[in-house]
């Protein structure tokens, strides 16, 4: 199975700060079909996750642009471009090039 | 609007079947592939497995032969079924459904939290 490295596992960040987590793959998520499945979700508090970016960089509709994705191949990174307080909760990424499908372990967004 | 609504036991047995309904409304199970998902005490979560529009289903493989994932296309709903559960299946169960664009399941119910306890 693929195993997704996700850091860091907790994050303390003051509203409006700028905030990164990364996901490393142990292998490549280039699918045969030229697509990169890596997918980045945010489970708030009480919530089912959430669907924010898909395909590394494209943002789910309804998603503020404050969120973006990066990376390819195994390194993957998700930014938060000036945190608001309703971005609290747990961030995955989770990959769907290989079955079985796959979740990092989770960061926690916490408000410091 | 696609809704999804999971419903079953809140508490099962050890060694007991684990059996969940996912109630669909917005959007027709014979069309797109269906999930269930869960999420363990913690952080940890885990995808179990799928149905597609026709019928043909993908499982974990670290759920072996326990897990069976069947549909009611006449009521609209899907099934899970989970045998031989032990304390380790305690989790909140989601289902979703899949969006071909996004290539993940973006649509997903709220959830229900199954306990395995004696």
């Known amino acids: 199975d693929v195993v997704l490295t996700q850091t860091p596992p907790t994050l303390s960040a003051t509203i409006g700060q700028s905030v990164s987590i990364s996901c490393r793959s142990s292998?490549?998520?280039?699918?045969?079909?030229?697509?990169?499945?890596l997918n980045w979700l945010l489970q708030r508090p009480g919530q089912p996750p959430q669907l924010l970016i898909y395909?590394?960089?494209r943002l789910e509709s309804g998603v503020p642009n404050r969120f973006s994705g990066s990376g390819s191949g195994t390194d993957f990174t998700l930014k938060i471009s000036g945190v608001e307080a309703e971005d609290l909760g747990v961030y995955y990424c989770?990959?769907?090039?290989?079955?079985?499908?796959?979740f990092g372990a989770g960061t926690k967004l916490e408000l410091k | 609007e696609v809704q999804l609504q999971e419903s079953g036991p809140g508490l099962v047995k050890p060694s007991q079947s684990l059996s969940l309904t996912c109630s669909v409304t917005?959007?027709?199970?014979?069309?797109?592939?269906w999930g269930w998902i869960r999420k363990f005490p913690g952080n940890k979560m885990e995808w179990m497995g799928y149905?597609?529009?026709?019928?043909?289903?993908s499982y974990n493989p670290s759920l072996k032969s326990r897990i069976s994932i069947t549909r009611d296309t006449s009521k609209n709903q899907f099934f899970l079924q989970l045998n031989s559960v032990t304390t380790e299946d305690t989790a909140t169960y989601y289902c979703?459904?899949?969006?071909?664009?996004?290539?993940?399941?973006?649509?997903w119910g709220q959830g229900t939290l199954v306990t395995v306890s004696s």
């Open positions: 917005g959007y027709s199970i014979t069309s797109n592939y």
């Open positions: 989770v990959q769907s090039t290989h079955a079985p499908y796959t």
């Open positions: 292998q490549s998520l280039l699918h045969s079909n030229g697509n990169t499945y």
């Open positions: 149905i597609s529009y026709s019928g043909s289903t």
């Open positions: 395909l590394v960089s």
């Open positions: 979703a459904r899949y969006s071909r664009g996004a290539g993940w399941f973006a649509y």
